[in-house]
């Protein structure tokens, strides 16, 4: 069930991080930095990964000197945080994420001849960086029409292919210029009970601009904008709740002269819910070397900041 078991998750997180101590403190704010692949793209480019024959990136977090002395730590602690690797063609082939320097789960993606991922797999591990036999696993099919993604599914606990209607889904559906009109997630509960999750989009003439209308169990959730620069990268993006306590989110993205992404900033209004202690509101900080190469990630909020630092491997 995607909604819960990304709940549960985040959880898990919060709950190891408040369980081993104060080593943990960045552990919410560096996840969300990094939960995301179709992000990496955005600062690992993928002619940076071929041209240079990387076959593999760790990032480590590294906190900054007063958030180590607030919270009683050395400063710059510093420990792995995931661990990337990379196939021939650039493409993501597997994902370690870390919990204080422990390896805790493993996705590994498959890919078509046209470097598709056509299957998630998703793994807990021990400390011996295994999977583990004591938690299931999890298992995700990806399908497409023309090279467009228009199905996500996960399989059953017997990683069994089962009916749209009794499993976890995304589909997506496009127009006839192959651009995204609508999403749909829906979670499977019981036979009687599961809910779903809508996004329609509304595109410009100038494919400068999305507008977006989000429904959750057909009622209206919210609305948003999406605007792009002339290259196509993302500026700006808005969103509006409906309800007695709305939220309001305003997300601004910046680029380098080789379109790599070098700043994030999220602003949140009203009652938006987040387990991470930013409260939704926080800057990303992008840094490159003269290569190209992201160095370090800034995750900052508050007076706080975290840093994640990247190493490249061939």
Do not use: W
């Not at 290569?291 to 990630?297: A, F, R, V, W």
Request: glycine share 4%; net charge negative.
């Amino acid at each position: 069930m995607t909604i819960f078991r990304i709940y549960v998750f985040t959880i898990i997180t919060l709950i190891t991080s408040k369980v081993l101590g104060q080593e943990e403190f960045c552990e919410c704010s560096l996840h969300s930095t990094l939960k995301y692949k179709s992000e990496y793209k955005d600062f690992i480019p993928n002619n940076i990964l071929t041209t240079n024959k990387i076959k593999e990136v760790v990032i480590y977090a590294e906190y900054q000197k007063n958030t180590a002395k607030d919270q009683g730590l050395e400063s710059n602690t510093h420990y792995i945080r995931a661990k990337l690797k990379f196939n021939d063609q650039g493409n993501l082939i597997s994902r370690i994420e870390y919990s204080s320097g422990k390896p805790s789960y493993l996705y590994e993606y498959k890919r078509n001849q046209e470097g598709l991922i056509v299957q998630e797999v998703y793994s807990y591990l021990n400390n011996n960086s295994r999977k583990s036999d004591f938690f299931p696993g999890d298992i995700k099919d990806y399908y497409y029409d023309n090279n467009n993604l228009i199905k996500i599914k996960r399989r059953n606990y017997l990683d069994e292919i089962i009916p749209d209607e009794k499993s976890d889904y995304e589909k997506f559906t496009y127009n006839s210029s192959d651009q995204l009109t609508k999403e749909i997630s829906h979670t499977y509960f019981t036979a009687n009970s599961s809910s779903i999750y809508l996004k329609e989009y509304e595109l410009s003439e100038n494919n400068l601009a999305t507008t977006y209308t989000t429904k959750f169990n057909n009622e209206i959730f919210g609305t948003g904008k999406k605007t792009y620069d002339e290259k196509g990268k993302l500026i700006r993006e808005t969103f509006q709740g409906t309800g007695e306590s709305p939220s309001d989110i305003v997300s601004i993205f910046e680029y380098n002269a080789n379109n790599n992404i070098i700043k994030m900033q999220r602003i949140s209004k009203g009652n938006y819910f987040d387990e991470c202690p930013e409260d939704g509101n926080f800057i990303n900080a992008y840094e490159y070397d003269s290569n190209g190469y992201i160095k370090t990630i800034i995750h900052a909020y508050q007076d706080v900041e975290c840093k994640l630092v990247f190493e490249f491997r061939n």
